[in-house]
């Protein structure tokens, strides 16, 4: 069994997160890039989770051999890090991400899994924790003209043409199987990942991933042209207020509160 996982390198959420709380996130002259260069690039959490999904179907007994693919300027380090933890062969499509949308990414993917002439299970992350569109699974999907199964927390194989996967939804967990080839996106419901080994980390250092260029792909007749450009980002001022409801009483206090909020048609 072929499996494809496809991965992003993403700016640590947890970094971005605190320079927004004291203020220091800053967009650049150009209006769409940040001015900070010290935040830590990473995997994308769900994307690493996909990879755990991928090993854990190899513990299970299934006999395959699990690529890794990312979209992006140098993302040499995190595709290190998924030799280190167990993938097998590692690529990059060098590509500005910048320049290029879901739709585009997708179709850069679905060529690299048509050069490697046929792919059993393609899995992804939900979504990213930059963008958080999550639309890039489905247009691959779309692009391979395979099935897809979405927020699993659980893959399993049935026999060697069928998985079931087990869906995280708001009513409950729902147990569906789908024929391969098929596109399953993974959610953190799936668990943690599993940390690599000194070993496997000194010898993933030495990897360098196999460069594939878009003009060696076939990515169609419309390629990988982007369909939504970018024109501008920014970062919204919060403005924090908190004001003190007064009243002789609680309950004369609390019928001042409902009329404010119905005053701003907060409630009816």
């Known amino acids: 069994m072929k499996i494809v996982v496809c991965v992003k390198e993403v700016l640590d959420p947890d970094a971005v997160d605190n320079y927004v709380l004291v203020g220091k996130l800053e967009i650049g002259q150009d209006g769409k890039?940040?001015?900070?260069?010290?935040?830590?690039?990473?995997?994308?959490?769900?994307?690493?989770?996909?990879?755990?999904?991928?090993?854990?179907?190899?513990?299970?007994?299934?006999?395959?051999?699990?690529?890794?693919?990312?979209?992006?300027?140098?993302?040499?380090?995190?595709l290190q890090h998924a030799v280190a933890i167990g993938a097998d062969e590692v690529a990059t499509i060098p590509v500005d991400t910048g320049?290029?949308?879901?739709?585009?990414?997708?179709?850069?993917?679905?060529?690299f899994v048509?050069?490697?002439?046929?792919?059993?299970?393609?899995?992804?992350?939900?979504?990213?924790?930059?963008?958080?569109?999550?639309?890039?699974?489905?247009?691959?999907?779309e692009m391979l003209g395979m099935p897809i199964v979405t927020i699993a927390r659980a893959v399993e194989m049935v026999d060697g043409s069928t998985v079931r996967v087990t869906r995280v939804t708001p009513d409950g967990d729902e147990i569906v199987e789908v024929s391969c080839p098929a596109v399953i996106t993974i959610s953190n419901e799936l668990g943690e990942p599993r940390y690599p080994t000194g070993m496997r980390t000194m010898k993933a250092r030495k990897v360098k991933p196999q460069q594939v260029t878009p003009a060696g792909l076939d990515l169609g007749e419309s390629g990988a042209r982007p369909r939504v450009t970018m024109t501008r980002q920014f970062v919204e001022a919060i403005i924090g207020r908190c004001e003190f409801i007064q009243g002789d009483s609680p309950a004369a206090a609390a019928q001042e509160l409902v009329k404010r909020l119905r005053a701003d048609r907060t409630i009816e």
Do not use: F, W
Request: proline share 3%; aromatic share 2%; with cysteine.
């Open 99 to 111: 320049t290029v949308d879901g739709y585009a990414t997708a179709a850069l993917l679905a060529g």
């Open 33 to 78: 890039t940040l001015t900070q260069t010290s935040i830590p690039r990473l995997m994308n959490g769900y994307d690493e989770q996909a990879i755990e999904c991928a090993l854990r179907l190899r513990d299970a007994g299934v006999d395959c051999k699990i690529h890794v693919v990312s979209v992006g300027t140098d993302p040499t380090k995190i």
């Open 114 to 141: 048509k050069s490697l002439g046929r792919a059993d299970l393609v899995l992804c992350g939900r979504q990213a924790s930059d963008g958080d569109q999550g639309v890039v699974p489905a247009l691959l999907g």
